[in-house]
């Protein structure tokens, strides 16, 4: 009995450890491992879109020239967190909804 029990225990603990591992590539890993950047923002590739007005291509090109995975458009007033997140890149606009400012975070 005591060795029916062992057995299960280090089946669990395999099994929650693997739950734990990282699995091979997926298609978005593999896209931003191209970039050589693991998918952190390089805001100085995006810097292409100051001046111009914000839109949703503008933003999807310069979410991939940048390397980034994720990007939003931050407008004046938006509430934002001070959560930093290495991956996402920000566009800040102004009032008539011109990039004014491209940063990482």
């Keep these: 009995m005591f060795r029916t029990r062992a057995y299960l225990a280090t089946l669990a603990v395999a099994a929650v450890l693997a739950g734990c591992s990282t699995g091979g590539n997926s298609a978005g890993d593999t896209a931003s491992a191209a970039a050589g950047n693991d998918g952190r923002c390089e805001a100085s590739g995006a810097d292409f879109a100051i001046g111009k007005p914000a839109s949703a291509e503008l ?7 940048s390397g980034s995975q994720l990007a939003r458009i931050l407008k ?9 997140r290495s ?6 606009v ?3 909804g011109k990039v004014t400012r491209v940063n990482c975070g």
């Excluded at 991956?87 to 800040?92: H, S």
């Design 87 to 92: 991956e996402r890149l920000n566009l800040n």
């Design 76 to 84: 004046p007033h938006d509430v934002v967190t001070l959560e930093y």
């Design 59 to 65: 933003l999807e090109q310069a979410r991939k020239a």
């Design 94 to 96: 102004d009032e008539q």
